[in-house]
């Protein structure tokens, strides 16, 4: 019928306007943007992952993990580590990491890591560290570094030229130009030391070699050799034994005192002198009053011990043994 052709082709004229409104809403589909290409921290690697525990190994009994916020392999072999963190957990009751932000293995077994960059050893009980270029043994567990290196904790803190770390038995060695201060609660400097070199046993001793001098208000100590015995918490000089050439002027008892080995043993607030022990050629020269010369003790070896009030308590023996000029 005539009416039916006419609506067949009302309807298709409908489809046609219909998808041409749609295809003008929607508008000509775009092609989808290729993927961009992965970032490359450095083109030569072969080999490139993020974010990656390296490796986890037992050393002496003591287990460590190196981990790396990238890890790069080259052709050669060799990797480097980016934003690497050495992490030895509870050795003796502490966690230590060593940390840097480039780290290069090297060895016929890889196992020696060049780090360099901010390099910091951080100990959990608050020692610390730092330098800017270190090496770690990974068989060994043993710290190194070539250049100015510098630690610190509490109130104990130094620096020096070359310095090697075991912290297995937690012992830090300073090679050349060794400083140590000690500092009070008020941050005043309370005793200092210089030394050609200096090795600091933690919680022990610290023992200087070379030119030592050791200055406590204004009181020096010097001698060839020197060992300063450190209290529990590292607060506090407890002992200090001088080797060689040995020599301490000034600190109010006493004008001065030599000989070839000085003991001086200090109470327990490490500041009070309760005895000093000289042995090989002895001499001391008393502090006088009101402007007189004090009392002078000589002898092959001499054993002075000071009340609290700082007056000597063995005046009469050494009287009688030495003899007083």
């Known amino acids: 019928m005539q009416w039916q052709k006419k609506a067949r082709f009302g309807v298709a004229i409908f489809g046609i306007v219909f998808a041409i409104v749609v295809y003008a809403a929607i508008g000509e589909r775009k092609a989808a943007a290729p993927a961009a290409p992965l970032s490359r921290f450095d083109p030569r690697a072969v080999l490139e992952s993020i974010g990656s525990k390296v490796q986890q190994v037992r050393l002496a009994k003591q287990d460590y993990v190196v981990e790396a916020d990238r890890q790069l392999t080259y052709e050669d072999g060799s990797t480097k580590l980016i934003g690497v963190r050495i992490k030895i957990p509870n050795r003796e009751g502490r966690d230590v990491t060593i940390s840097g932000r480039e780290a290069q293995s090297t060895g016929s077994e890889q196992k020696q890591l060049n780090l360099t960059g901010d390099v910091k050893l951080a100990s959990s009980d608050g020692f610390e560290v730092t330098t800017d270029s270190a090496s770690f043994d990974q068989s060994t567990g043993l710290l190194s570094a070539p250049g100015a290196v510098a630690f610190h904790k509490a109130g104990l803190s130094g620096d ?13 060695s300073l090679t050349e130009m060794a400083h140590v201060m000690m500092r009070g609660d008020d941050e005043e400097v309370t005793m200092e030391f210089t030394s050609g070199a200096a090795t600091l046993v933690r919680h022990d001793h610290l023992e200087l070699v070379g030119s030592v001098q050791a200055r ?17 918490d590292e607060k506090q000089i407890t002992f200090i034994e001088l080797r060689g050439n040995s020599r301490v002027s000034g600190g109010g008892a006493f004008d001065s005192m030599s000989a070839r080995d000085i003991d001086l043993d200090y109470a327990d607030d490490g500041e009070t002198l309760e005895r000093v022990v000289l042995t090989g050629g002895g001499a001391i020269a008393m502090a006088g009053n009101n402007g007189a010369s004090g009392r002078q003790f000589i002898g092959d070896a001499l054993d002075l011990a000071f009340a609290p009030d700082r007056s000597e308590e063995h ?7 030495f003899g007083i000029s």
Not at 160 to 172: A, K
Not at 217 to 225: F, M, N, P
């Open 160 to 172: 020096g030229v070359g310095m090697t770390y075991d912290n297995n038995n937690s012992i830090l």
């Open 216 to 232: 406590r208000d204004e009181q020096v100590l010097e001698a060839d050799h020197g060992l300063a015995r450190l209290s529990e």
């Open 315 to 321: 005046t009469s023996e050494l009287q009688s043994r």
